[in-house]
Structures are given as C-alpha cells and as structure tokens.
C-alpha cells in the first residue's frame, strides 16, 4: 500500500508534481509494482484528484479519510476495504519516486509469520549524517530486531572525537517502508500516542513501548525521498 496525503505540510500537492514527464506517485506505483514479491499495489489516498490520476493510468486505488495521523493509520483503512485477506501489508512511501523493486523484495524475503513488524536500515558512513535529526537512527539487537530509533546521535562514543565516532561503532540509519503481519497492523493502530513518539516524532516508538517487536533488515539502498520543493529541485537537476 502506498499511503498518499495531498496535503503535505512541507510540500503540499507534491504526489502531483512532474518529475520528468511523470507525477511523483506514478513514479512510487510503477517502481513498486515492479516488486516481484508483492500480490497487489495499491494507491490509498485523500484527495479525489490523486484518485483519479491513478485510475487514469490503470493502477489500483482506494480512497481514505483525510484525518489520518500516518500512513500506517491509512495502510490498515485501505486494509479493510480488501476482499482479499493478506499475511502481510507493506508500506511504501508515497514520497519514494525512485525506490528499487529490489529493495522491497529484500524486505519481504525477511517475512515469515514470527515477524510482527519489518523495516530497513542502511549503514552510515559519514559521520555528519549521525548528528542531523533527519536521518532518523535505530540500534538493534543481536537478533536484528530494534531496540531503539532515535533522531539523536545514539550511542554515544565515550572518549572519543565525534568526528570520529563512525569509526568506532556501526549507526545505522533508519529507511522507512514498513510490513506489517496484518493482525499487528489492526492492533498498533489502537495504540494511544506514547510519551516517546511525542518526544522524538517517530511513531515506531509507540509500537516498541507496547513490546512490539521490530525486526531490522540492513539494506545497501539510499533512500531518496522528497520532503521539500529544493528536494525535487535536487532530482531535477540530477544531483541525487
């Protein structure tokens, strides 16, 4: 499923935005269902303009509230008007225009039915990406599941320079497509907000705080998403 809101606080309207000939959300659909490990792809949205886009081009779509908090809250809304029953429901961001299928289908090849949640990390190599806030950081166990995402720079390197902490341990930084075992995905979306996700903004917080478990699958695919126009204006201008 590919949560999409029309009314982006940062960049409003940019599902619709032409990124060479194509909207940004055409772009996320056609990558996604290039996906081999994936049943069905499907749209939910808010906006009836993004509807009809995408019934124009012969995708799947639903239409959803517009009064969702996350896309996770839109997935198990979208879930619901299925006929079909699923094990799993993936979510991909609708702000992934250049997503590898091969990242999906590496995310789904770690699924079996002991796994509640999965989602991706990707290794940090510079050390400036572990001190800015928006690249969200997550430490796991030894198992591969997740202990902790914070937008701080967690751990914290005792005795040594900062510049310097990448060198001394492995910070991964948290990449967003989530699946979500379908029965799990009913519950955490009855979940009240916790004291952590207020804190940090993340809201797979709320889900460990209620002992959820996270299994963290480490991936070599750079997320790309676009969050402002000066993002877009980077792809454009084939600076990514």
Partial sequence: IIPVRYKSTRFPGKAMVDINGKTMVQRVLEQSSRAKGLDKVLVATDEQVIF???????????????????????CKEALAQEKDSYDFVVNIQGDEPFIDPRQIDQLIDGLDQDVQ???????????????????????????????????????????????????HFQYHQHIGIYAYRTDILNEVTELQVSSLEQAEGLEQLRWLENSYTIKVLTTSYQAHGIDTPEDLEKVLNNKL
């Avoid at 969702?68 to 839109?74: A, C, K, L, Q, V």
């Avoid at 050390?127 to 997550?138: H, L, M, R, T």
């Avoid at 202990?147 to 390197?157: D, G, N, W």
Wanted: net charge negative; with cysteine; aromatic share 6%.
């Fill in 117 to 167: 949640i999965a989602t991706q990390a990707k290794l940090i190599e510079q050390s400036n990406q572990i001190f800015d806030p928006n690249c969200v950081k997550v430490i796991m166990d030894p198992s591969g599941h997740a202990l902790y995402f914070s937008r701080t720079a967690i751990p914290h390197v005792r005795n040594h320079p900062q510049h310097l902490w990448t060198s």
């Fill in 52 to 74: 009809d886009h995408i019934l124009s081009i012969g995708g799947d779509v639903c239409m959803t509230s517009s009064d969702h908090p996350s896309g996770t809250d839109r």
